[in-house]
């Protein structure tokens, strides 16, 4: 029968079906290892921030919380040690708004609570003592982070200064 297939081509052309499937499967676990460990070289960068945050979050709170060493402090480097203190607390919220932002770039929450972050950073960033330290410090942050800030929280627009507002006189009635 001209048609037919005998069994050694049969069996040819089943292992040539079952190859390029298992090479296509190979492929396709490979992308899959690959993106799992872009995700957990994310993660731990994220992590690292967070420790590094934290650690400098510890550092500045014990400080804070031992006046004698504060005073101390401040008078071994010129410093008023009141003036100082309001800007090692504005340092925390300018970080505390940098460890978000690093969660947020690396995926790590759903973007869907990013506009809510960033209407609460855009806030925090109208107090003078923030504005202030930001102008001090920020050339120690990251670039993207500096570009998020000057670009996404210090440049508010109307709708937010006018929401800002109403909650200040909303606040201020109370």
């Given at each position: 029968?001209?048609?037919?297939?005998?069994i050694?081509e049969?069996?040819?052309?089943?292992?040539v079906?079952?190859?390029?499937?298992?090479?296509?499967a190979?492929i396709l676990?490979?992308?899959s290892?690959?993106?799992?460990i872009q995700?957990?070289?994310?993660s731990?960068?994220?992590?690292?921030?967070?420790?590094?945050i934290?650690?400098?979050?510890e550092?500045?709170?014990?400080?804070?919380?031992?006046?004698e060493t504060?005073q101390?402090?401040?008078l071994?480097?010129?410093?008023?040690r009141d003036?100082?203190r309001?800007?090692l607390?504005?340092?925390?919220?300018?970080?505390h708004?940098?460890?978000h932002?690093?969660?947020?770039d690396?995926?790590?929450?759903?973007?869907?609570?990013?506009e809510?972050?960033?209407?609460?950073a855009k806030?925090?960033?109208?107090w003078?003592?923030?504005q202030?330290?930001w102008?001090?410090?920020?050339?120690?942050y990251?670039?993207n982070?500096?570009?998020?800030?000057?670009?996404e929280?210090?440049t508010?627009?109307a709708?937010?200064?006018?929401e800002?507002a109403?909650s200040?006189?909303?606040?201020?009635?109370s």
């Amino acid at each position: 029968m001209p048609g037919s297939l005998s069994i050694g081509e049969i069996s040819a052309l089943l292992t040539v079906i079952f190859t390029c499937l298992i090479t296509i499967a190979n492929i396709l676990m490979w992308l899959s290892t690959r993106r799992t460990i872009q995700l957990q070289v994310a993660s731990n960068q994220s992590l690292n921030y967070q420790s590094l945050i934290q650690s400098h979050r510890e550092l500045l709170f014990g400080l804070i919380a031992q006046p004698e060493t504060l005073q101390a402090f401040a008078l071994a480097n010129g410093l008023n040690r009141d003036e100082w203190r309001l800007q090692l607390l504005s340092t925390f919220f300018i970080n505390h708004a940098w460890m978000h932002f690093v969660i947020f770039d690396h995926d790590e929450f759903d973007h869907i609570h990013l506009e809510s972050f960033k209407r609460d950073a855009k806030e925090m960033f109208t107090w003078p003592s923030i504005q202030q330290r930001w102008q001090q410090a920020k050339i120690s942050y990251p670039e993207n982070f500096r570009t998020f800030v000057e670009q996404e929280l210090l440049t508010a627009p109307a709708a937010v200064e006018k929401e800002l507002a109403y909650s200040s006189a909303c606040e201020s009635n109370s």
